[in-house]
């Protein structure tokens, strides 16, 4: 009963952190009205070449682009021709043209100077050692875990980490939280991720609360987002990789240009904005002030039992 | 004929026993979780957040046992202070600082109406009656997180808690140090009573 709650809770806080993420609300690109008013729904009209007849018909889901969602997009502000090959400006598209290849995020993302600080060369290098694009040798691309169309980016150093995780996690979840869209890459059954991750103490806690890649990726990547998801077996499973002061998450996370600033100069105190991490937010001025205390006590003591031994022993020997 | 009174029962030097293994444990779990390192201290750290948790609970129930135990019985009056604690726990201190030194004996004597120094009933007072509750409301509410931890607003209340708990778990290991170490002093015939004896007021062990 217990686990069902928990399976239900999980999955209430999957279609939230999915419907909750962080949106750019860009304005209306006019010129993308021709091609939404197909693909922007689930069910378009199809015309016969004469034009006289037309039927409805559902569009392929992987066409679907709701309108709201690429308006959030981190690409909204950009015509839906900026990236697909000219030939699409007449609408309705030859279907032959799905067969041409598109540009590639590389094509872009590369080559602009301003992407630099995004460090791309590293997630390209990343992705190659990750286990994703080795069991999808070839065929594994960007696209796969981050859709253009709905993209919204998980990356900045000062937003509010609690959205930075729910869309992060998303990213992952949208195919391992769901067998229809996992058994698109893989004919495995994907792993239950809540029962998967019940050895943790407070599993929804965590599932909730850190990010998927900072325990399943290789944390040596300059970017914010390590890309070099690691075999589920090698994941971290020591507690106190977290839960101590050097914590791995001070170096992704928790990483921050904020100074140490808190009540009582709590370490890793970026964290603290939405959740306490045991062992990784300690006091360290309480724990200073308490160490100073008790070595006093203990001289304290050692002097009065050095005086009363003293003492004692004078006594006994009258 | 000795005026024997039952002042150590066996029911309080039971809880006794039990509580001061169970502040032990704490205080060393409680250690292993704030000061939590890669480097693994005889336990895994899964194995002392168990350890604690459970110690934890079992101290609220010794601690609910003792209030009721003192209610029902003349124990409990032997704990609390008067208004001149203060005063007397200067006058106790003193002897501990210098007096002991120069051979005066002891200001405060065993009695029907006295069982301890008034440092010592300073100390056990606030022990039982303020520090412990507070360990344990605040220890219980970080048990709790799951179920209490629903805003940005309940961080805050679970850092104060965390900053409460442990300054009160500081100052029972103060308290446990100091204890220990008087009761080392007192010679081994004191850890015999309290472990094993009643006592008696008119000298007659």
Redesign the interface.
């Known amino acids: 009963m217990a686990r069902i709650g928990l399976l239900l809770i999980f999955l209430i806080v999957s279609i939230l952190s999915v419907s909750g993420q962080r949106g750019l609300n860009n304005p209306p690109i006019p010129e993308n009205n021709n091609c939404l008013r197909c693909h922007g729904q689930a069910v378009y009209s199809a015309f016969s070449s004469d034009g006289k007849k037309h039927m409805k018909q559902p569009m392929s889901e992987s066409c679907v682009i709701p309108r709201k969602m690429y308006q959030n997009a981190i690409h909204g502000s950009l015509k839906c021709v900026d990236c697909h090959a000219e030939g699409y400006s007449n609408t309705p598209h030859p279907v032959d043209l799905k067969f041409k290849p598109l540009y590639t995020c590389a094509d872009c993302h590369d080559v602009q100077k301003k992407f630099k600080k995004y460090h791309l060369d590293s997630i390209n290098s990343e992705d190659e050692r990750s286990v994703h694009a080795k069991a999808m040798p070839n065929t594994f691309t960007c696209w796969k875990c981050h859709n253009p169309h709905t993209n919204v980016t998980a990356f900045s150093e000062q937003a509010d980490l609690k959205s930075v995780i729910t869309t992060s996690n998303s990213t992952c979840l949208n195919c391992h939280n769901d067998v229809n869209i996992y058994n698109r890459v893989s004919n495995k059954i994907p792993v239950n991720v809540l029962k998967s991750h019940e050895w943790l103490?407070?599993t929804?806690?965590h599932l909730k609360n850190i990010r998927c890649v900072d325990c399943h990726a290789k944390l040596t990547s300059p970017t914010f987002t390590p890309h070099e998801i690691l075999p589920a077996r090698k994941a971290i499973r020591?507690?106190?990789?977290c839960?101590?002061?050097?914590s791995i998450l001070s170096n992704s996370l928790l990483r921050t240009k904020k100074g140490n600033e808190s009540?009582?100069n709590?370490s890793n105190n970026r964290a603290?904005?939405?959740?306490?991490i045991?062992?990784a937010?300690?006091?360290i001025t309480?724990?200073i002030i308490?160490i100073i205390?008790?070595i006093t006590?203990?001289l304290v003591?050692f002097t009065?039992?050095f005086?009363?031994l003293r003492?004692r022993k004078l006594?006994k020997n009258g | 004929m000795a005026n024997l009174i039952n002042s150590y029962p066996f029911w309080l030097r039971l809880w006794h026993s039990v509580n001061g293994i169970l502040c032990l444990i704490l205080v060393t779990t409680g250690l292993m979780m704030q000061y939590a390192s890669p480097v693994k201290i005889v336990i895994s750290l899964p194995t002392a957040i168990l350890i604690h948790n459970s110690s934890g609970i079992l101290l609220i129930i010794s601690w609910i046992f003792f209030i009721v135990a003192n209610g029902l019985s003349k124990n409990g009056s032997y704990y609390w202070p008067t208004l001149k604690i203060f005063k007397e726990s200067f006058i106790q201190l003193r002897y501990y600082a210098y007096g002991m030194f120069k051979g005066e004996s002891k200001p405060f004597k065993d009695d029907r109406n006295r069982k301890f120094n008034p440092l010592q009933q300073l100390a056990y007072w606030s022990t039982m009656y303020i520090i412990i509750p507070l360990l344990v409301m605040t220890g219980f509410i970080m048990y709790n997180i799951e179920r209490l931890l629903v805003d940005k607003k309940s961080i805050i209340i679970y850092q104060v808690c965390d900053f409460i708990h442990i300054c009160a778990a500081f100052m029972i290991s103060v308290f446990l140090v100091i204890h220990l170490y008087l009761a080392f002093i007192e010679g081994i015939s004191n850890l015999k009573k309290i472990i094993f004896k009643t006592k008696s007021y008119d000298g007659n062990d």
């Open positions: 103490i407070h929804e806690l020591e507690c106190t990789a839960h101590s002061q050097k009540f009582f709590f603290l904005e939405y959740a306490f045991m062992g937010n300690r006091s309480l724990n308490s205390l008790f006590l203990l003591i009065h039992l005086f009363l003492y006594h």
